[in-house]
């Protein structure tokens, strides 16, 4: 293993999977057939994974599965919002598993939004998760979005200038309720080229936002993303979608003492950036709180990305500890 990570061979296993009447999510395997399963949940929503994701598993011990939720990545198809909510995305990592036969899954492995819907996957299914490794932690509740969608936000104070370059796209009535009026130009459905062109530049603005908060520091390919046409329309419109909705949970469901409880017995550790404006660093608190027996490990010099690298070489740590344990 490298400071990069651990290098995976080519999938030994990929494909589609139908899911409901719409979706067909797109999924590959990498690493040992025979060894211990993970499952690697992605962020957004609307994110996707990649090879690369592979990097924090060992391929000797583990069995890597990766997917794009419903509507992003490879998934199709892509950015659609119609049975597309958060019990739909819980329904469909049930799915993978039985489908891949997987008697239970060693460890479930999420960053940002993919930590939300491991630790309510683990709720709903406390008997097939062996472990949890959580990065980010986004527990969907309105305070969240709003420290990083509104006006006097702490997102918004602590990037001032870009998020006036945010609000620019609105009009003054729009930018009191800024992701609803996001939500209403990014799923216009409007066959006129004005009002598409209209979307695609919203979503694209909605992107650049995301993308400049969730990074500690910036380089010349920060930004890379926004000329991926699909990648922008998908991880817009399903985060629009899901925000706009509150997720389909109730507010403060995942920290719920009798949802809590239902993941006591569970081996879990939390890896959060000290200086993490996507997700703030109160909230893994609160989840470490809230959870006897989890372990958290605030990384000093780190933002929201996994990749940064006192997050990358922490969350490598604690995969090659539980890699030889039994869950």
Known sequence: MTVEGYTHNPPFDTGFLSVGSIHKLHYEQYGNPNGKPVIFLHGGPGGNTSPSNTSYFNPLIYRVVLYDQRGAGQSLPNSCVEENTTHHLLDDIESI????????????????????????????????????????????????????????????????????RFLQFLDDEERKTP????????????????????????????????????????????????????????????????????????????????NMRRIRGIPGTIIQGRYDVVCPPQTAWELHKAWPGSRLFMIPDAGHGGTEPGTRKKLMEVCDEYAVMDF
Request: hydrophobic content about 40%; overall charge negative.
């Open 179 to 258: 992701v609803e009026s996001y939500y209403r130009y990014i799923l216009n459905e409007s066959g006129d080229e004005v009002a598409r062109k209209k979307k695609v530049e919203a979503a694209r603005e909605w992107n650049r936002w995301e993308l400049t908060i969730g990074a500690l520091t910036h380089t010349p390919s920060t930004y890379e993303k926004l000329m991926d046409e699909d990648w922008v329309m998908a991880h817009a419109t399903l985060e629009a979608h899901y925000e706009a909705n509150g997720a389909w949970l109730e507010e403060g469901q995942i920290l719920k003492e009798e």
């Open 97 to 164: 598993r039985k489908h891949l036969n997987v008697k239970k899954w060693f460890m479930l492995f999420g960053g940002s939004w993919g930590s939300t819907l491991a630790l309510l996957y683990a709720q709903r299914f406390p008997e097939m998760v062996g472990s949890l490794v959580l990065r980010g932690i986004f527990t969907a509740t309105q305070e969240e979005i709003e420290w990083t969608r509104l006006p006097g936000g702490g997102a918004a104070r602590i990037w001032p200038a870009e998020y006036e």
